[in-house]
């Protein structure tokens, strides 16, 4: 069984689309994350959740919204997508938002947008 | 702030070869470390950390890395490259305390020579 299995992993849209992307764990774990690689495969963290609270918000514009109906799932909703947004977009999960905690990753989703 | 440095962007060994990348970092309180690999098209696999333990700590697939408090360091090293050692590696940090985030390294990519 997949630990973080996220959906879809290859996506390809026009710009000013509005699409989401779904994430779940079954890990057990409380905290949630969303991270973004760029083209230059650089990392870095957007948004956090613990027990379905936001507990990290990046500086990420607001056309980005995550949601997390639980503490096993944790979507992003991005409106309006612009170029710039084509990226890799991993979820993550970890017991507890605390250092030292291993942070696992899902399979990532490739986003294009043209 | 939390930060780590890998310096140049591609190693290049022989099959056989030590393998030996540096990661480099910059903390006010103590670090949490982690080395992390990803293959292409995939995820991100924990491959080792250093949580104030054992200074020299042993991952998966036969990388080790110790931890340098003097030299600020956090190296990876393996003694001999496999062929399925290609692959991008990430060096990260995080710290003690609540609602801790990882931060990561720009990466190096890992190129193995039969």
């Known amino acids: 069984d997949t630990a973080v299995s996220q959906t879809p992993k290859y996506l390809v849209t026009q710009m000013g689309n509005d699409k989401s992307i779904k994430c779940e764990q079954n890990?057990?774990?409380?905290?949630m994350y969303w991270y973004k690689q760029d083209s230059k495969k650089f990392l870095k963290i957007m948004f956090s959740y613990n027990n379905k609270e936001l507990i990290i918000n990046e500086t990420v514009p607001n056309r980005f919204s995550p949601k997390s109906p639980d503490k096993a799932h944790l979507n992003l909703h991005i409106n309006s997508l612009e170029l710039g947004d084509s990226a890799v977009y991993f979820c993550?999960?970890?017991?507890?938002?605390?250092?030292?905690?291993?942070?696992?990753f899902g399979e990532g989703s490739w986003l294009t947008v043209v | 702030a939390q930060s780590v440095t890998q310096l140049g962007s591609h190693v290049s060994v022989s099959e056989g070869a030590l393998v030996l990348l540096r990661c480099n970092y910059s903390?006010?309180?103590?670090?949490?470390l982690f080395w992390y690999v990803q293959y292409p098209n995939q995820g991100l696999q924990l491959l080792l950390k250093?949580?104030?333990?054992?200074?020299l700590v042993k991952g998966i697939n036969g990388f080790e890395a110790e931890f340098k408090k003097s030299e600020t360091s956090f190296h990876l090293t393996k003694p001999s490259a496999h062929m399925s050692d290609a692959a991008e590696y990430f060096c990260a940090v995080s710290f003690t305390g609540a609602n801790s985030k990882l931060t990561f390294g720009k990466g190096i990519t890992l190129s193995v020579r039969p």
């Open positions: 993550a999960s970890s017991v507890v938002p605390r250092g030292g905690n291993t942070i696992y």
């Open positions: 250093y949580t104030s333990a054992a200074t």
């Open positions: 890990l057990g774990h409380d905290t």
């Open positions: 903390s006010s309180v103590p670090p949490y």
